[in-house]
């Protein structure tokens, strides 16, 4: 399989994906060849290291290899009798009244392909969604949304020991408030590196001297574990590239078409959420609406967007919410003290107060649902932060009030006296 330079290869699999995997038995395969990441691990200017776990002690999110997971899910769908796999196919039309998709070879000639359900789950740039998007028959909605910010991959190799250059369990991050750069472990003992920040920086860094200024005022414990030179022959032959969202509905069309995952719904990567989401469409449809309407796609489709448009646009808000909280909040200590209150009140009430990034990562709750209950929270939070100050305030103005009280009973007493003396 061929490897595209510039594209992670590291995937953050969590709860969701997991539980789609343990639905067709792949679970343990891919689990088995991951990494887990048990917290985040804040890099500072000046070196120093802060880890922010993710959750629990038992609760971690697994770095895993984005070609071996291909290549496995590949295989086992190769190994069904009823499975036919073609390559280098692209899809130049579709008619999805007749469900026919017409496909270009590798060498020119043209393929027909007559089909009950087209699955368009084709990426970001999908070719099946633009039929839609085309089609007379639907009323498609559609936006995409391109941050300012692009990514450039880099490489951490092991040590001269042969040993990971840092420590293993945990998604390395150096915040730097306008930008940042995170890193993934692999099986190899090598680090996933990616630099994210805006274009105009990328573009300002023109020589190997810009670059190297640039990392030692800003990442400098990362230059001795990248290897100047290794550095500068992989960002300079590496081009920035995009970060895109992609909203859209509906995802079918009667019966004869829908589309999953990035197709449907591409979002930026700070949550890490793109593949578990696309995961759960697949359980969501193939398992528990395909099972709810007895196999039946003309009721199972519409159920799907109606059920999912909703889920999927909440992900892609708090994806681009958590890239600021990735790259700049983590810095504060007002962020740290709210992790520890969130974390205290779910170990004091674990069914009522789950954190927001527990619910997303480890929990199956509904993504607008899990912004429902951050959004209550935080009015809980406030709530009990003016009843405390409130409080506080009490606990100063009564004794000062009481003074005053005092003082004023103690000079009409006062007055009354001399005017008796006088009188």
């Not at 510039?6 to 953050?12: H, T, V």
């Not at 496995?72 to 130049?92: I, N, P």
């Not at 043209?110 to 633009?130: C, P, V, W």
């Not at 674990?350 to 527990?358: A, D, H, I, K, N």
Request: hydrophobic share 40%; charged share 25%; with cysteine.
């Amino acid at each position: 399989m061929e490897h595209v330079i510039g594209r992670s290869i590291n995937l953050a699999l969590s709860h969701r994906g997991r539980e789609a995997l343990k639905a067709v038995g792949l679970e343990d395969e891919v689990v088995r060849t991951g990494i887990p990441m048990r917290a985040r691990m804040i890099h500072d200017l000046d070196g120093k290291t802060t880890p922010i776990p993710y959750g629990t002690a038992d609760q971690y999110i697994m770095s895993v290899d984005r070609r071996k997971l291909n290549e496995l899910m590949l295989t086992v769908a190769e190994r069904q009798a009823d499975v036919k796999l073609h390559f280098s196919h692209k899809l130049t039309s579709c008619d999805f009244e007749k469900r026919e998709m017409v496909f270009r070879t590798q060498g020119g000639s043209e393929k027909t392909i007559h089909t009950d359900l087209i699955i368009g789950t084709d990426g970001a740039y999908s070719a099946i969604r633009k039929q839609l998007m085309f089609s007379s028959s639907v009323r498609f909605n559609y936006s995409q949304h391109y941050i300012d910010h692009g990514y450039v991959e880099l490489c951490m190799p092991p040590t001269d020991e042969g040993e990971a250059a840092m420590a293993v369990n945990y998604l390395h991050i150096w915040p730097r408030n306008e930008y940042m750069m995170i890193a993934l472990p692999n099986q190899d003992k090598t680090f996933t590196v990616t630099l994210f920040m805006p274009f105009e920086n990328f573009e300002a860094i023109k020589t190997k001297e810009d670059l190297l200024q640039f990392f030692n005022c800003n990442f400098p414990d990362s230059v001795p574990l990248l290897g100047e030179q290794a550095l500068a022959h992989t960002f300079f032959d590496t081009p920035a590239q995009p970060l895109v969202s992609v909203k859209c509905s509906p995802y079918h069309l009667d019966d004869k078409v829908v589309i999953l995952g990035d197709a449907a719904h591409a979002v930026i990567p700070f949550y890490g959420q793109g593949m578990n989401a696309g995961f759960e469409d697949c359980l969501i449809l193939f398992k528990e609406l395909l099972d709810k309407y007895n196999n039946d796609f003309s009721k199972a489709l519409p159920a799907f967007t109606e059920y999912r448009n909703i889920d999927v646009e909440a992900i892609a808000d708090l994806s681009h919410r958590n890239y600021l909280e990735m790259r700049s909040d983590v810095n504060s200590v007002l962020f740290r003290i709210r992790k520890k209150v969130d974390n205290f009140l779910h170990w004091l009430l674990p069914s009522r107060w789950v954190p927001l990034y527990t619910m997303v990562a480890f929990t199956r709750t509904r993504y607008h649902e899990c912004i429902q209950r951050r959004m209550w929270q935080d009015q809980t939070i406030h709530t009990i932060i003016k009843v405390a100050v409130a409080g506080m305030a009490a606990c100063v103005l009564i004794p000062l009030v009481t003074r005053r009280l005092n003082y004023m009973h103690w000079i009409v007493h006062l007055a009354d006296r001399i005017q008796h003396i006088i009188t």
